[in-house]
């Protein structure tokens, strides 16, 4: 709004008080309005010759007092310009009214937009995906981050590596890459970093090909580097794959490779591990930015991969080979697979230990699968009675001959068959289980088959081919014959204790809600019946070696000798043991083997018993606490039905 002038602003008040005097008669102590605009200056003129002009002069001259003689008192009509300035003040009160609801306005549009947006963004956009949204931002890295089950970080990039390269096209002409002579460059370069081949180095300068010269030096090299004062000697700074674990859960993860040739050459992808299995989410443009969070935990891998390697060294053996499995989801918690290597670094030494045990090295392991075949008797009908005794004897069939390792009598019931690891009464059980049934329910375990997990190397069971005959159903029976990898027997436990319900088993983390319906293996009434059957074997049999106190753990040993092409070597075995705990409501399967374990110093013999027991021993108090297990030495499961029955034996 314009401001008034003080003389207008005066008028408007002098006009105010005038309203209430009487006709021809000015308000007490004021002039007229008039005679205002004309004290001011501010009177409106009349055209000259009107018959409204006249001089300042005349106007005042003819001034003359009330009751002068010679002139009669008259009214004093309004001056011209009073309608004027009234009509002016309402002009400008209605313009100052009109502005201001137009600020109202204005303000009251832009919150109608902000609002809208807000709506849009909290129902619109969630639509097109929030990847959508994140692909914007610069801060996206390259390829994803790996982390585990809680947020730990497993794998990340990090831009940090410098490099060498060498661009012939950097001079944007048809002349020569370089300004110096081929070998003065190649020569200077060596100097700097002295682990280049310079007869190499010299070659690709002088064939000008766009290439690496080197994938990793140092900051102050490429310092170096740019004072040699050759354009086409370039040194990015490139994104590197980092693992902030080292060595834990290397098999897990895998490691990065460079495509050697076709046209996607020198293109970064996963070489194996889940940066291969989840190599198109890690890169995708919509869902790189989101972390893959696995499965694993990674107190859980360090304590197994500790443990199992203490063992492994304590026994002098050749590798080993462990997994803890979650039984009500099929997630797995820590694989490892020992001697490990570094992720972060090519070392010749590492390739040789770059293969899965636990995924990709099937293997015979024994008389863990005769909890499996017992199973499948209970639930056929074929084993009714627990305190039914089996004869235990030797057996010769098609030529050799089926004995125990340890003689234990003649007869044996079941809970005594398992505890003491009979081969001769889980023979004649197969047997009469029968060849179908027993190779049903391997098939519904998954045994024939590799593992739908999503790791790449995943390999395919050793599985008997036609007709078994009454030898292979025997000798399946207790675990020889047949070949599968330790998280193939880790899903059949799972299955065995958690009510009969079979799971993928998986590396990726998945939410209550995301836990695929499970495929039931065995009745309800034979899950609770194997559980009481494993507690026994820690308590009173082969097993007693991994009983941890306060934790309620039940499983079974399995030594297998290995096979070396042409016969089975007495002198190599696999020593495997196959747990579960807590048994009176179990939620973690763990299976560890030892390949090629000796009996060295304290260990008094090669079977599992003495190696592959004493890992889940010492393993699950360390891990049980941070699954959210207690240990309760006061609880444990019902065993009052069938623990007399090995009474004799313990």
Same mark, same amino acid.
């Given at each position: ?6 003389? =207008? ?12 005097? /009487? ?16 004290? @001011? ?219 050697? !040739? ?104 024994? $008389? ?54 009979? @081969? ?10 029968? $060849? ?61 204790? @958690? ?110 018993? $003495? ?12 891990? /049980? ?13 019902? =065993?009052? !039905? ?9």
């Amino acid at each position: 709004m314009n401001a008034l002038s003080p003389g =207008l602003v005066r008028l408007m008040n002098a006009g105010g008080a005038a309203q209430h005097a /009487a006709p021809g008669e000015r308000a007490p102590g004021q002039l007229g309005l008039f005679d205002r605009l004309v004290e @001011n200056g501010d009177a409106p003129k009349a055209p000259p010759g009107s018959p409204n002009a006249r001089s300042t002069r005349s106007d005042s001259a003819a001034r003359i007092a009330p009751g002068a003689p010679g002139r009669a008192p008259a009214a004093t009509p309004h001056p011209p310009g009073r309608g004027r300035l009234v009509h002016l003040r309402y002009r400008l009160l209605l313009s100052a009214r009109t502005r201001a609801l137009a600020l109202i306005l204005a303000f009251a549009a832009l919150t109608m937009i902000a609002l809208t947006r807000i709506v849009w963004l909290g129902i619109e956009a969630p639509a097109a995906g929030a990847g959508a949204r994140l692909q914007a931002t610069t801060l996206v890295p390259g390829r994803g981050e790996i982390t585990d089950r809680n947020g730990a970080i497993l794998a990340r990039d990090y831009p940090q590596a410098y490099a060498l390269w060498f661009n012939p096209q950097a001079m944007k002409d048809d002349g020569s890459a370089l300004t110096r002579p081929v070998d003065e460059v190649a020569r200077r370069l060596k100097a700097i970093i002295p682990e280049l081949d310079e007869e190499k180095v010299r070659a690709i300068l002088k064939a000008e090909r766009k290439t690496y010269l080197t994938r990793r030096i140092l900051p102050e090299q490429a310092n170096k580097v740019h004072q040699i004062g050759e354009i086409a000697l370039e040194t990015p700074q490139e994104i590197e794959r980092h693992y902030p674990q080292g060595r834990l859960g290397a098999h897990v993860l895998g490691r990065l490779a460079e495509i050697a !040739d076709g046209p996607e050459k020198g293109r970064i992808v996963g070489e194996f591990g889940m940066e291969r299995a989840l190599d198109e989410q890690l890169t995708g443009e919509t869902t790189r930015a989101q972390p893959a969070a696995l499965s694993i935990d990674v107190r859980v891998q360090g304590a197994l991969e500790d443990a199992m390697e203490r063992w492994r060294l304590r026994a002098n053996a050749k590798g080993a080979a462990g997994v803890v499995l979650d039984v009500d989801t099929g997630e797995v918690l820590a694989l490892a697979s020992l001697p490990d290597f570094n992720p972060n670094r090519r070392n010749p030494e590492d390739e040789p230990h770059v293969l899965n045990r636990v995924t990709f090295a099937p293997a015979e392991l024994g $008389s863990t699968f005769k909890p499996i075949t017992m199973a499948a008797a209970i639930d056929a009908g074929v084993i009714r009675n627990m305190s039914a005794t089996w004869n235990a004897t030797a057996m010769k069939v098609q030529g050799f001959t089926i004995k125990d390792f340890t003689d234990k009598g003649e007869r044996l019931n079941i809970p005594e068959a398992l505890a003491y690891s009979s @081969n001769t009464v889980t023979a004649r059980v197969a047997e009469e289980l029968g $060849s179908q049934r027993l190779r049903s329910v391997l098939v519904e375990l998954g045994m024939n088959k590799p593992l739908p997990i999503e790791l790449p190397s995943s390999a395919h069971p050793i599985w008997p081919r036609g007709k078994w005959d009454r030898t292979k159903t025997m000798t399946v029976g207790y675990g020889h014959g047949i070949a599968v990898t330790p998280l193939h027997l880790a899903s059949a436990y799972a299955a065995m204790v @958690n009510g009969g319900i079979w799971y993928r088993p998986t590396l990726l983390k998945r939410e209550p809600h995301e836990v695929p319906r499970g495929k039931r293996v065995f009745k309800a009434s034979t899950s609770s019946r194997m559980r009481q059957l494993l507690r026994m074997v820690t308590k009173y049999g082969t097993g007693r070696n991994a009983d941890a106190k306060g934790y309620r753990v039940g499983g079974k040993t399995g030594s297998a000798e290995k096979w070396d092409g042409t016969r089975y070597a007495k002198d190599k075995i696999i020593a495997s043991f196959a747990a579960a705990f807590p048994m009176d409501r179990p939620r973690y399967v763990v299976v560890v083997a030892l390949d090629e374990p000796r009996a060295v110093n304290f260990i008094a013999t090669r079977t599992a018993a $003495s190696n592959a027991a004493p890992i889940v021993g010492e393993l699950v108090p360390r891990i /049980a606490p941070l699954l959210d297990v207690r240990p309760d030495e006061a609880r444990d499961i019902d =065993l009052s !039905d069938l623990q007399n029955l090995v009474g004799d034996y313990q």
